[in-house]
């Protein structure tokens, strides 16, 4: 299972800091990814990172977030965070996390929470 | 970046046809690539990965099929809970971009 949280309402150019506890299974073990959905309009995937097998955990982000947006995960606590700086009126969105059973490279995601809503307006 | 297009935006059908999505990749990408619905205040699901692999609980009447760059999405005999919005995503390579979507409107 997965529950996000850490949504809310914040101003153009500010951060938050959005939160994903996984439960019932290793979580460590797992890639996790960022997906959202701006109101009325397509999932659009905003960033990965790998499970932590190697000594670095590999992290990729859309280009529009590239640079504001930092994915990181605390396995001691389960958890997946997404750090969100320079916010604008374009990442006004729900923002699910989403892991993958085998692998997300031959399996997709089949595993989503239930979403957090951000909205990023003055 | 590996895009992909996916065709057409909506779709007018009935309960009982059978209706093709399809999903174009900017470049080969072997079978890397998933189907999701999407229902209104649902968190997506996936429904076929892998191209043509059926997500387990899925229902058969859902298929997929393609490789390389061309992927087609069929529902056999279309169902009154069928009626959602469809999405493609490639998982060759990060970014895993997600299609435009497919809104399946009753006719």
């Known amino acids: 299972q997965l529950v996000e949280s850490g949504g809310g309402l914040v101003q153009p150019g500010g951060s938050l800091r959005l939160s994903c506890a996984a439960s019932?299974?290793?979580?460590?073990?797992?890639?996790m990814n960022w997906v959202r959905q701006a109101p009325g309009k397509g999932l659009d995937w905003v960033s990965y990172?790998?499970?932590?097998?190697?000594?670095?955990?590999?992290?990729d982000y859309a280009g529009s977030v590239k640079g504001r947006f930092t994915i990181s995960r605390d396995n001691a606590k389960n958890s997946l965070y997404l750090q969100m700086n320079s916010l604008r009126a374009e990442d006004t969105a729900i923002y699910y996390c989403a892991t993958c059973s085998t692998n997300c490279y031959t399996g997709g995601f089949d595993i989503w929470g239930q979403g957090t809503m951000v909205t990023v307006s003055s | 970046d590996i895009q992909v297009t996916q065709s057409p935006s909506s779709l007018s059908a009935s309960v009982g046809d059978r209706v093709t999505i399809t999903c174009r990749a900017s470049?080969?990408?072997?079978?890397?690539l998933n189907w999701y619905q999407e229902k209104p205040g649902k968190a997506p699901k996936i429904l076929i990965y892998?191209?043509?692999s059926l997500q387990s609980g899925v229902p058969s009447r859902f298929s997929g099929s393609g490789s390389g760059t061309d992927f087609t999405l069929t529902i056999s005999s279309l169902q009154p809970e069928d009626f959602s919005t469809y999405y493609c995503q490639q998982t060759y390579s990060t970014p895993f971009i997600f299609g435009q979507g497919t809104k399946l409107e009753i006719k």
């Open positions: 990172i790998s499970s932590s097998g190697g000594i670095v955990d590999f992290a």
């Open positions: 019932g299974f290793t979580f460590a073990n797992y890639e």
């Open positions: 892998a191209a043509s």
């Open positions: 470049q080969s990408i072997s079978n890397y």
